[in-house]
């Protein structure tokens, strides 16, 4: 049987702690993980209490750098990780677990829930995501967030996984990683998820959405938060999009979208212009970050034609979908899950 990691990440987030970390111990993972990102509070003494092993930083790391030090670290044939501000429900590991089967599945999404607050009483019946995709404009979004949980009830093929709680396989990830760098360090955080999962697209691992692994997220940054979140985040979010684009667009892909493509720049140039002139600095930002990303580019693609000619290849050929720009809604519903019946949808827990 496949061996399962839980890896959360912990930068002085202890009374998040309080609530996930007993949550993802019960699990009956193989291993959890805490990744203690030099850490001032009491995240030390609370992985201790519930049994975890606690990964020490001794300087504190941005997520993408803190997250592949994890990774790195541990163990675990997949990898769960999550947020310190995400509740996993009973059950939960269980669920994923008929998926881990397939050989060409590189992540397995969870339904993450709209949570205000970790306590339950502050967890509200709406989505906050059920995986996320990339739409023509080459914008990466939460699929579902704020709709109701009952409209994304169905098993099926997604872009990928967030980052607040997605299950990778190892092998995928080592795949995937440019060097020792599974997240690309220099995106630091916001997008690092999306282009992860793009990366992995491209390079032929397929990503499933399954509804009965259920988790409460208390999201920071989201469609429904922008405005409350601070201008330096914004302006990371809008220069890491520009940079993922840069790396993992295909040049056939290009000529698909490009109306759609080049119209959304335009729009988002103006945006930056009349109303958040701030962001005006992300693109200064991209011209230095070229060089890096250019360089990242040439491996991806060069990897990319590689899994043309293999994994990915044979997918196409049978009539697959492209390498992951599928449109948001309920994904279609797939009877290859062991223990599903033909015809019926599976039920998420309660």
């Given at each position: 049987?496949?061996?399962?990691?839980?890896l959360?990440?912990?930068?002085?987030?202890?009374?998040l702690?309080?609530?996930?970390?007993?949550?993802?111990?019960?699990?009956?993972?193989?291993?959890?993980?805490?990744?203690?990102n030099a850490?001032t509070?009491?995240?030390?003494?609370?992985?201790?209490?519930?049994g975890?092993r606690?990964?020490r930083?001794?300087?504190?790391r941005?997520?993408?750098a803190?997250?592949?030090?994890?990774?790195?670290?541990?163990?675990?044939?997949?990898?769960?990780?999550?947020?310190?501000?995400?509740?996993?429900?009973?059950?939960?590991?269980?669920?994923?677990?008929?998926?881990?089967?397939?050989?060409?599945?590189?992540?397995?999404?969870?339904?993450?829930?709209?949570?205000?607050?970790?306590?339950?009483?502050?967890?509200?019946?709406?989505?906050?995501?059920?995986?996320?995709?990339?739409?023509?404009?080459?914008?990466?979004?939460?699929?579902?967030?704020?709709?109701?949980?009952?409209?994304?009830?169905?098993?099926?093929?997604?872009?990928?996984?967030?980052?607040?709680?997605?299950?990778?396989?190892?092998?995928?990830?080592?795949?995937?990683?440019?060097?020792?760098?599974?997240?690309?360090?220099?995106?630091?955080?916001w997008?690092?998820?999306?282009?992860?999962?793009?990366?992995?697209?491209?390079?032929?691992?397929?990503?499933?959405?399954?509804?009965?692994?259920?988790?409460?997220?208390?999201?920071?940054?989201?469609?429904?938060?922008r405005?409350?979140?601070d201008?330096?985040?914004?302006?990371?979010?809008?220069?890491?999009?520009?940079?993922?684009?840069?790396?993992?667009e295909?040049?056939?892909?290009?000529?698909?979208?490009?109306?759609?493509?080049?119209g959304?720049?335009?729009?988002?140039?103006?945006?930056?212009?009349?109303?958040?002139?701030?962001?005006?600095?992300?693109?200064?930002?991209?011209?230095?970050?070229?060089?890096?990303?250019?360089?990242?580019?040439?491996?991806?693609?060069a990897?990319?034609?590689?899994?043309?000619?293999?994994?990915?290849?044979?997918?196409?050929?049978?009539?697959?979908?492209?390498?992951?720009?599928?449109?948001?809604?309920?994904?279609?519903?797939?009877?290859?899950?062991p223990?599903?019946?033909?015809g019926?949808?599976?039920?998420?827990?309660?």
């Amino acid at each position: 049987m496949s061996r399962v990691t839980i890896l959360i990440l912990s930068v002085n987030e202890a009374p998040l702690l309080r609530w996930s970390l007993p949550a993802a111990c019960a699990q009956g993972a193989d291993e959890v993980v805490v990744i203690d990102n030099a850490c001032t509070d009491a995240t030390p003494e609370i992985t201790e209490e519930h049994g975890a092993r606690r990964l020490r930083l001794t300087r504190r790391r941005g997520y993408a750098a803190a997250m592949n030090a994890g990774l790195a670290a541990c163990g675990g044939d997949w990898i769960l990780w999550c947020n310190a501000d995400c509740v996993l429900e009973p059950g939960f590991l269980e669920a994923l677990r008929p998926h881990l089967f397939s050989p060409t599945l590189g992540s397995v999404v969870p339904r993450l829930m709209r949570a205000t607050g970790m306590e339950p009483e502050k967890r509200l019946n709406e989505l906050d995501a059920a995986g996320m995709t990339i739409d023509r404009r080459r914008k990466n979004t939460l699929v579902g967030h704020g709709e109701s949980p009952e409209l994304y009830t169905r098993s099926g093929p997604v872009f990928g996984g967030d980052g607040a709680c997605v299950l990778y396989r190892r092998e995928c990830l080592e795949e995937c990683a440019i060097g020792l760098e599974v997240l690309d360090e220099d995106m630091g955080l916001w997008a690092t998820d999306a282009d992860l999962a793009w990366r992995a697209q491209l390079l032929g691992w397929e990503s499933r959405y399954e509804p009965r692994a259920v988790a409460w997220h208390k999201r920071f940054y989201s469609p429904s938060t922008r405005s409350q979140v601070d201008e330096a985040h914004r302006r990371l979010q809008f220069r890491n999009r520009l940079l993922m684009v840069i790396k993992n667009e295909s040049c056939a892909g290009f000529l698909r979208s490009w109306p759609s493509i080049v119209g959304y720049e335009i729009l988002a140039l103006g945006w930056a212009i009349l109303r958040e002139r701030f962001l005006l600095r992300a693109y200064v930002d991209v011209v230095r970050q070229l060089p890096a990303a250019r360089r990242r580019r040439r491996w991806v693609q060069a990897r990319r034609r590689e899994a043309l000619r293999g994994r990915l290849g044979a997918a196409r050929r049978a009539g697959g979908p492209p390498f992951g720009l599928l449109p948001p809604g309920p994904p279609a519903p797939v009877n290859d899950v062991p223990g599903n019946t033909p015809g019926t949808t599976p039920q998420p827990s309660a």
